[in-house]
């Protein structure tokens, strides 16, 4: 997505070789009008899938999710992070490991709001290792639910992520692909110009 990229290029900040910063429009601030086309991408990439559910994981994830279920008309549901491991009968619940943060999460979504029959959407802000989308996978897999495909805003093409989840067979669609972020510059995937 040709303005995501720009606004990337713009205001990220590249942290090290790996991380990248983007809180002006998506991980702190957010900038609505962005967030809108990312909305309208995701599920016009996504239109043909019968989605009935976009999951995603708080909090970034929150704000494409939302723009997503609205162009799509269905509901947006966020996996709650929590450390403690207090059990609960009425959960769907599986083990995390942040990228960022570099702990484990416990993720749980309530079976009020997922249940076998759900087409489901998985959207997430970043991409890197995968193991917030594997996590999700799980929760969807526990609802007995069909996992449809995942949206990811930003990814990390030189993670081993994309190439996992996809050998998987699970259907992503990156709106911004990284090849690098070495010498404090961000280069994106060639064929990345949609
Ligand atoms: P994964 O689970 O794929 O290893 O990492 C994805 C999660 O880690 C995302 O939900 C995101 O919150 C966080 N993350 C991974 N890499 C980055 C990054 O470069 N920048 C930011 N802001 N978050 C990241």
Request: aromatic share 6%; net charge negative.
């Amino acid at each position: 997505m040709r303005r995501l990229q720009e606004r990337i290029l713009r205001d990220g900040r590249v942290l090290s070789s790996t991380v990248l910063k983007v809180d002006s429009f998506l991980n702190h601030q957010i900038d609505p009008e962005l967030m809108k086309e990312m909305g309208e991408t995701f599920a016009h990439r996504f239109r043909e899938k019968g989605i009935t559910k976009v999951v995603t994981l708080e909090s970034s994830g929150i704000a494409p999710a939302a723009m997503t279920a609205l162009e799509l008309g269905v509901p947006a549901v966020f996996a709650r992070k929590r450390k403690s491991l207090t059990l609960a009968d009425d959960l769907y619940s599986a083990e995390v490991y942040s990228y960022t943060k570099q702990e484990r999460n416990q993720i749980s979504i309530s079976r009020d709001f997922l249940s076998s029959g759900d087409q489901v959407l998985l959207i997430d802000d970043f991409l890197a290792n995968g193991q917030a989308v594997l996590g999700l996978s799980e929760i969807v897999k526990q609802a007995d639910a069909t996992l449809a495909g995942v949206g990811i805003v930003i990814e990390k093409g030189f993670q081993d992520g994309g190439r996992m989840l996809r050998e998987k067979g699970i259907h992503i669609e990156s709106l911004a692909i990284i090849d690098s972020l070495s010498d404090q510059k961000i280069r994106f995937q060639k064929e990345d110009v949609t």
